[in-house]
Every structure is written in structure tokens, then in C-alpha cells.
């Protein structure tokens, strides 16, 4: 196989598209925003791309015990009272500097050729700390977007992320630049310990404001749930752990 190789899965005419990336990262906001997107909008929802590489591991995923080698995907969108989107999502990111650099341009060519000028990368922000109320954060390359995001909720704060944002979310706006892509990078809070869905619904919200389209967050908010028993009985150890750590009256006699 060759570094990168692309088959073409069908064509299909869309009306100013937009890039729409959610691949795995912090909290896997972004591959759970994506495949939510693409999960409610199934009926209107066409796979036009497959994206196979030797920067994804060396691996086949396996479903009914069929195997599928790894790669990346695009389905074309139609919306009909929005934009239409080309959305891409996966189970993997390169392995290597290089890989992130290939992959990329090849996700920028694929936009070009379906007339996207735009770009909105999905992502995580980590906290470090389980939260109730869910921020998301933005990134854009011209900053004109600033105000028209802050309109809707999306908070700029000076020096976050710290250390930048890398993999394809952040090359997907710094490569986007240099082609005269419009990018945007919307980034929701997480604790970055365990998958959230909570921070992708707060994401795909400011998604629909901006580009025009509705979802149903039915099934977004049971998997919601199910990571808050999780959560629940994590602190529940902790708690205890706590309290087996704490020195009995014996213990402190022996405290010179």
C-alpha cells in the first residue's frame, strides 16, 4: 500500500459546504460530536471518501467478526434549510509528526474538491477535574470570527489551551491559512479522564447556531447518563480509599 491511499466512494453535489472534523482527542469530544452528527442525520448522510494510511497503527477494526483496515472517513452531508457538510471522522490520528502534515493536506484537498472553504475542527479542552458546567472554547484563524463567536457563547481566553492545539485540529487551521481556508476550532471543556459526552452536546449547540441545523440529543444524553454512574461509582472509591487513609487513634500513638 501506498503511503496514502484514497478511494473514491461516490460523488455528490453539495451547497457551500463546510469541513466538519472530529477525530479522536481529549475526552473524544470531537469523534462523539461528529458521529452524532452523522448518527441523526443518516438519511441525508452519503460516504463519499475513505482515507487509508501507514501513519494510522497497524491494525484492523472487527465488527460480527468482519475485519476493515483502518482508515479515515468522509460522508457528504445535504442539510436542507442549512449549510451542507462534509464531515470527517475515525478511530485513529497519525502516528507521526509527518502523518499529521499528510493527512491533513489530503482532508484539505478532499474539502477543495467538494467547494468547502471553511473548516471547523471538534475537540476537547482538559481541566483536570470533573465539571457541572460545560464551556467551549475557540480557536479561529481570522479574527474577525472572534466577536461573531463570542455572539454565541464561545469563550476566547488568553493562553488556552495551553500548549496550543496539535493534531489534525490544529494543522486542519494553521494549514487552512496558508490554502485560504476560513478555520474555526470549537473546543468543549472536559476533565479529560474519561469520554464526554456532555462537552460534545455543549459543542454540536454552538455548531447548529453557527451553521444552521438541528439534532435530537436523545441518544447523546443516555450515553451522558451512563458516564455519570461511572463517574458516581469512581467517586465513591475515591471516597473510600480516603477514609481507609485516614490514621486511627492507635496509629497516632505511635507519631513521634
Same mark, same amino acid.
Given at each position: 500500500m501506498d503511503e496514502l491511499d484514497?478511494? +473514491?466512494v461516490a460523488e455528490v453535489s453539495l451547497d457551500d459546504p463546510v469541513l466538519v472534523e472530529g477525530l479522536p482527542g481529549v475526552g473524544h469530544v470531537g469523534k462523539l460530536a461528529a458521529e452524532h452528527v452523522l448518527e441523526e442525520l443518516d438519511e441525508q448522510s452519503t460516504l463519499v471518501r475513505r482515507l487509508y494510511s501507514r501513519e494510522f497503527p497497524p491494525q484492523v477494526t472487527v465488527e460480527d467478526g468482519v475485519t476493515e483496515l483502518t482508515c479515515a472517513e468522509l460522508y457528504a452531508v445535504e442539510v436542507p434549510d442549512g449549510?451542507?457538510?462534509? =464531515? @470527517?471522522?475515525g478511530d485513529h490520528q497519525a502516528q507521526t509528526n509527518d502523518g499529521h502534515y499528510v493527512l491533513t493536506d489530503a482532508f484539505?484537498?478532499? +474539502?477543495e474538491e467538494f467547494g468547502a472553504e471553511e473548516v471547523y475542527a471538534l475537540g476537547g479542552v482538559p481541566t483536570g477535574e470533573l465539571i457541572d458546567e460545560y464551556a467551549?472554547? $475557540?480557536a479561529v484563524n481570522e479574527e474577525p470570527l472572534v466577536e461573531e463567536l &463570542? &455572539? @454565541?457563547g464561545v469563550e476566547f481566553r488568553e493562553d488556552e489551551p495551553a500548549g496550543g492545539i496539535v493534531g489534525v485540529s490544529g494543522l486542519l487551521l494553521g494549514l487552512g491559512?496558508?490554502?485560504g481556508f476560513q478555520g474555526v476550532c470549537l473546543m468543549g471543556e472536559t476533565s479529560g479522564y474519561? =469520554?464526554?459526552p456532555k462537552s460534545a452536546r455543549a459543542v454540536l449547540e454552538v455548531l447548529e447556531d453557527r451553521l444552521g441545523f438541528e439534532l435530537e440529543y436523545d441518544s447523546l444524553d443516555e450515553r451522558a447518563d451512563e458516564m455519570e454512574d461511572v463517574i458516581g461509582k469512581i467517586q465513591e472509591m475515591e471516597q473510600q480509599q480516603q477514609a481507609m487513609d485516614v490514621p486511627s487513634d492507635d496509629d497516632l500513638?505511635?507519631? $513521634?
Open positions: 484514497i478511494d +473514491a449549510r451542507d457538510l462534509l =464531515v @470527517l471522522t484539505l484537498d478532499i +474539502a467551549v472554547l $475557540g &463570542e &455572539e @454565541l491559512t496558508r490554502r474519561l =469520554v464526554d500513638r505511635y507519631i $513521634g
